[in-house]
């Protein structure tokens, strides 16, 4: 036999028919993977829907017992009471009627809606008020507050087939107190549908326990019962809400549906349905292409033992392209000699040559990137530390100053406190002199504060005093002594305290100055915002505890940013406290070995983070 012919054979044997066994495992694997990956994506999908589904039913539910809460029904007048339902009416072009029951659910009234569909709003015919008000019992709510809000049964409108769902919500307190009542249409909802399915294959539906379709991206589906093996699938009332979504498959046709329950106490589901041979198209189509492919590779490698056996003149001429390419520096350049002769291991020592070589500069390369990444990172840490040190030096020097100074200042300043007071006493109400001797106290007294606060910054202990501190209790103390003052300027407060948190060291009096500082801070940077929004957040990570203080104020600009903790430096539209807050808060936290980061945008608000060691 030629050598072509065993080449052939042996390539045929080693090659061609492993390549098509393994290609034809892998196909049956890919197909289960992919079988398994659009069952996944379809939950999502379906949990995404249900998600959406839910949020913009809850958006007009939420919308209508906010608008209800807010108005007083009891006191009002019956145009009054008309006028505020309109107000309901128009929450939501999804609505298409709303009225009034009494607690027993009787009819209180002229309920709104249009004859003719309108500016959004889907027509109502008032032969329908039965079914909507009978689809709502609204006696359950009669234990419920102002503004509680319940949606009922789904149900069909005779006159058009439309899908709609009950809204009731509760006008005042008391068990006799009425209920509005509106009919929620549920046909907008085809369009989330037609956005959660995007360009993606198959329909989504949205059912009710009666296995009804409300809503459909098919829209012909409206209104059709599910299937009896379909509706054997889906999800009961008893199912929790975080298992409520599940994939299986029907025969005849082949189909992948997932279903999801739609939260917020809803009695829907979501279907997803996907025709499994247009899913599983891509792995039939890559079936046909391997088995293409290995009757081309078999013609392939007919040709190369034909090309080969000719190319076993020019080996040496290989091996000596091989040596030159060497010494040119080319030491990627492999010689390509197959045997077992001299001239195949002649070829194989030049190419563990050129191995070795290539390996040798390669670590000399890397050698030199490792020492430039080194250096630039040595370079960067001197620099950090340089800039840590210059700052400590210029507030070693500023808190220097301002002790002299405050020490200078306060001996004299207690002279003119006093005889303003006495003179002050001496003095009845009426003395016109009086006002002018106050405000000269109230100058004194604003000079004290400063001196105060310079000497404050000034003070350095060798060892602070620090001890294990409740963060959470000390900030809920600083929001105690200014909560007040916040909400009279309009400032929406809100604080969340992480629950089971561990403990900091840290000094509980500097901390509350601290927090202070950095509240009375966002306070004055919110005072001209048209959003008035503090958030005070409080945790720990990587065992470090902190404490943020989020404003929507003013922000900082870039070029300040680095500058804000130096003493005297302030930002304040009306300049007081001498620019020390920051310098000061910044001093205490550094005593407890803790750190301030600081995130602002111009015109959206400031973060300040307080990190702390834990005790």
Known sequence: MRLYQQLVLFMLAATVLPLAAVGFLLLSRAEATLAARIDAEQRAQASSAAEAVGASMMEVVEALARSAELLDWQAASEDETQGALRLLYGQSPALSVVLKLDAEGRPLGTPVFRAQAADGHPAF????????IRSMPVQTLRGGGKGQAALGTAYVQSDDGRSAVAVAVKLADG??????VAELVLHPLESVLR?????????????DEERRVLASTESERKGQVLAPELSAHLLGPAVPLAEAVRSFRLESPARRISVARVPHGMRFDVLVTVDEDAALAPVHAMRRTVLMSIGGTFLVLLGLGALFTRRLNVRLTEVMRGAEAYSRGELDKRVTVTGQDELSELATTFNRMGEELEAARGRLLRWNDDL???VDEATAELKAAQAQLVEAQKLAAVGQLGAGVAHEINNPLAGILGNVQLL???RGSSD???????KIEQSAKRCKEITQNLLRFSQQRERAELRSVDLNAVVRDALSLTEHQLRSDGIVLTSVLSDGMARVRADPGHLSQVVLALVSNARTAMLKSPQKRLTLRTGEADGIG???VEDTGKGI????RPRIFEPFFTTKDVWSNVGLGLSVAWRMVTEANGSIEVRSEVEQGSCFTVKLPKA
């Open 125 to 132: 015919s008032p032969d329908s008020l039965d079914k909507l």
């Open 175 to 180: 068990e006799r107190a009425p209920f509005a």
């Open 195 to 207: 956005r959660r399915l995007g360009e993606g294959q198959g329909r989504i539906d949205l059912v």
């Open 372 to 374: 430039r990444v080194r």
């Open 424 to 426: 002050m006493l001496d």
């Open 432 to 438: 016109p002199d009086v006002e002018t001797l106050r």
């Open 546 to 548: 902190y404490v943020e």
């Open 557 to 560: 600009a870039a070029h300040i």
